[in-house]
């Protein structure tokens, strides 16, 4: 009886290690995913150059697919005369259904991105 005690407690001490495993390693890969979006965005708006950059708000990103109900929005602010802070956020419903959230920011300059 001790035997299948210990036995069971141990498969279920198994277990248990294996799915919080996998919840750990689903969110860890769903945040590679939001932070080559996000650094592809900047990377994008950095191309773009000072004076071309676009307004703020969402953007899409075929990646964007591969997040469960991912969203990405960018946010731009002057830094100051010659500068602007330029955000990438993308956000999802991480594994245990709580938001998650990547935000990057950089600084691009009338002379070129930083």
Do not use: C
Request: proline share 3%; net charge neutral.
């Amino acid at each position: 009886m001790l035997v299948a005690l210990a036995t069971m407690s141990a498969a279920v001490a198994f277990v248990s290690i294996i799915a919080g495993t996998i919840k750990i390693t689903r969110d860890s890969t769903y945040e590679t995913i939001a932070f080559r979006i996000a650094a592809g965005k900047l990377s994008e708006l950095r191309t773009l150059g000072y004076a071309a950059l676009p307004a703020e708000g969402a953007f899409s990103d075929p990646a964007l697919t591969s997040l469960p109900q991912g969203t990405a929005s960018t946010s731009i602010a002057d830094w100051n005369a010659a500068t602007k802070r330029v955000s990438a956020g993308v956000s999802w419903a991480g594994a245990d259904g709580a938001s998650r959230v990547v935000s990057l920011t950089t600084l691009v300059t009338e002379s070129g991105g930083l």
